[in-house]
């Protein structure tokens, strides 16, 4: 499956951006969905994940409350609300793809370009 990551920009701290990751070539409905973020400097890691039913979902504890990962099966798209941005959310933000059924925090099979997010204090 193919990833197109989208949306990202710069925001204000307090403020909120919707990143949007669509996905071609293969059925979406079949792959869990995640959201990973890696800051300049620092490893890659897991931002949320959710599974194929779109009701299933896992946070790190570090944006739980503050952003909401969902998906459109019928779109092929998933999607990241990001409210309250803190500088510290400054990312390049990446949408991944992975054949199973359980929500896990790693082991992705497919992964798209990242989209920059900018929070400015």
């Known amino acids: 499956v193919q990833l197109q990551a989208s949306g990202g920009g710069l925001v204000q701290a307090g403020g909120s951006l919707r990143l949007s990751c669509a996905a071609s070539?293969?059925?979406?409905?079949?792959?869990?969905m995640g959201w990973f973020r890696q800051a300049p400097g620092k490893e890659r890691e897991f931002v949320a994940t959710i599974l194929q039913n779109g009701v299933s979902t896992l946070y790190a504890g570090s944006v739980k409350g503050r952003f909401t990962i969902s998906r459109d099966n019928a779109k092929n798209t998933l999607y990241l609300l990001m409210n309250s941005l803190k500088p510290e959310d400054t990312a390049v933000y990446y949408c991944a793809a992975r054949y199973g059924r359980t929500l896990s925090t790693n082991e992705y099979d497919y992964w798209g370009q990242g989209t920059q997010v900018t929070v400015s204090s």
């Open positions: 070539g293969r059925t979406f409905s079949n792959y869990a």
